[in-house]
């Protein structure tokens, strides 16, 4: 079946514009990631979901950040005022729910690029 | 603060020659341990994991990984490098009885550079 999609794949934005990156999780996946990776760096976790819990939302590096995740599926993560040092490849990533032992699958990632 | 260790940023090795990235670990309790990989231009991909039972665990495209309680280390191996493994390669922790925490530890990548 269809992996973990990602759109768009680039994105060009202007600082102190607001922007949208969506994810499309692997279809009964409960759980989704965001994570953001600059470049030569490692992942930064962003925010997790898990089913219709509360969203763990503890990596988000300020309130210009925010996601949802909308009937259990797809999520957005918006960025509000970007800045300079938002810049970054974003990457999501999806999981069955059933057990922590779960491995996590990646979508391409979004690349971000704040001028 | 429980943490992930690669202690190598780069790791280089010929081709056929055997290969080790290495990965420590800091954490409390018996950890579910994994290794993901992430090649040029392409997205993160999962190599294997070990959960419990017999220490050394074999993953995708050959590799596998010796989990070592004493030494808290899960560090990942093949016995001969192809040129193709040249990627960055990524440990990550999770804790298995963490609750509702189910965010996973992640080490910094090591980026491996098999020259033929």
Redesign the interface.
Known sequence: GAG?SQSPSNKVTEKGKDVELRCDPISGHT?L?WYRQSLG???E?LI?F?GN?AP?K??LPSDRFSAERTGGSVSTLTIQRTQQEDSAVY?C?SSLRAG??N???????TRLTVL | AQSVAQPEDQVNVAEGNPLTVKCTYSVSGNPYLFWYVQYPNRGLQFLLKYITGDNLVKGSYGFEAEFNKSQTSFHLKKPSALVSDSALYFCAVRLPNAGNNRKLIWGLGTSLAVNP
Do not use: C, I
């Open positions: 973990v759980a990631y760096q490692g992942l976790f997790y898990q819990s763990d503890s990596g990457l990533a922590s032992y491995e996590q699958f990646f979508g391409p990632g």
